[in-house]
């Protein structure tokens, strides 16, 4: 297949984002990258906010965009990056989510129990790469953090990388939430490298602290909303419910598509034949199943799946404590006499659970600060008590979803 020398996509958020490598245009005509077309960036988010319909495909070349201007900062700085660096800095981080399966987080380790989507991207990358002939080696150093110049992982993978400058501008974008909006431009300005370690120049301090105020804030206002958290909670129960019953006699939930193999085959090892059904999974697979089984007559199942559809969703409280368990046991059987249904399976319509949010983790990667004078601080120990006090302090609540009772 001939591929074009340069390519120029026009992109909402950046404007136009130009591809000039033959490589890199190899990779995303792989149908194992065009798969990300078909999977949302943030799963039920639409539910809440109806612009968020952009894809893990969107979110990429976004973090491939953003990794150049980084990469060309930095080169501008008299940083030693070669041309092979580059290129695999750039696959890399195109690669980054590219093992997400079906509605992206909501989802993780419901079909393929115990395998996460960054263990199952790095085994996509290494089948890609026998089949690219060891051209994605060095992508593949960078991205585990094996190679000798650990800045490039960062870019790739810490606290301040272009995966999560592009999420945070991309998210705000798209559901129109303007607290997410972020300096991502001044911040790649004031990136430098200083013993082999990605840092920002003190000047940059700032524009730091906005965007550790703007994740949290996106955390909790979008990712975390608790309708957001309701919808994705029931796409859960569904997937349960369906694992559940899958087998029982008398009921057909099979949809002729390679979720079927995680319902009926899979061993709970992501082995060649699973990672090979994997990579057939998309949101439309899901969607379908969903649609086909609320016809179904698994009442639980059918009653889910018509609340999803019809976006009936449930009604979900948070607070800083736990919720009283003789309050839910109620709330279920209430349920369990209002449905016809048995306590056991009133626990699909009324469950508890937690959500939990560190902006700023002080056990994983530093934002390091390097001042004029050479002396390097962690963005906590810098005199500012916003940072250290709230940013890296977690956030837990209790979530409590139940189906609203009928009058």
């Not at 490298?193 to 120049?201: D, K, P, T």
């Not at 999974?281 to 089984?293: E, G, M, P, R």
């Not at 016809?340 to 990667?365: H, M």
């Amino acid at each position: 297949m001939a591929f074009t020398k340069r390519k120029i996509i026009n992109d909402p958020v950046y404007g136009f984002i130009t591809i000039d490598n033959p490589f890199i245009l190899q990779i995303i005509a792989h149908p194992f990258y065009q798969r990300l077309r078909r999977i949302h960036q943030m799963a039920m988010a639409q539910l809440v906010y109806p612009g968020a319909v952009h894809t893990r495909l969107h979110h990429s070349l976004g973090a491939y965009h953003l990794m150049s201007q980084a990469i060309g900062e930095l080169k501008g700085k008299g940083i030693d990056i070669s041309p092979e660096e580059e290129t695999a800095a750039k696959a890399a981080i195109l690669l980054h989510d590219i093992g997400h399966g079906p509605f992206s987080h909501a989802l993780e380790n419901q079909l393929a129990p115990g395998a996460d989507h960054e263990h199952i991207g790095l085994m996509i990358m290494h089948q890609m790469n026998e089949a690219l002939g060891g051209e994605l080696s060095l992508a593949i150093q960078l991205f585990t953090g094996g190679y000798h110049k650990p800045f490039l992982h960062q870019l790739i993978s810490g606290q301040l990388d272009v995966d999560r400058m592009d999420y945070l501008t991309r998210d705000s974008f798209f559901t129109g939430v303007s607290e997410g909006v972020i300096g991502y431009d001044r911040i790649l300005k004031m990136l430098t490298v200083h013993n082999n370690q990605l840092m920002v120049e003190g000047k940059g301090i700032y524009s730091v602290e906005k965007f550790l105020v703007a994740r949290r804030q996106m955390y909790w206002q979008v990712y975390l909303h608790k309708t957001v958290l309701a919808a994705e909670k029931m796409l859960v129960k569904i997937i349960l419910r369906a694992k559940e019953i899958f087998n029982n006699p008398g009921i057909s939930l099979r949809i002729s598509s390679p979720l079927d193999y995680f319902f009926e085959t899979f061993t709970g090892t992501m082995d060649e034949e699973a990672l090979g059904q994997f990579c057939l999974l998309d949101d439309d697979d899901v969607l379908f199943a969903i649609k086909k089984w609320s016809r179904g007559s698994d009442k639980v199942l059918a009653l889910l799946c018509n609340c999803v559809l019809n976006r009936e969703l449930f009604k979900c409280r948070l607070q800083s404590e736990p919720f009283d368990e003789d309050m839910v046991w109620q709330k279920k059987m209430a349920l369990a006499k209002q449905l016809g249904i048995s306590k056991e399976e009133a626990g699909y319509f009324a469950f508890t659970g937690e959500a939990t949010n560190t902006t700023y983790r002080l056990a994983d990667e530093t934002i390091n600060i390097l001042f004029k004078d050479g002396t390097v601080k962690d963005i906590v120990g810098v005199d500012d008590p916003l940072i250290h006090q709230t940013l890296s302090m977690p956030v837990k609540k209790f979530y409590l979803c139940e189906m609203e009772a009928s009058s």
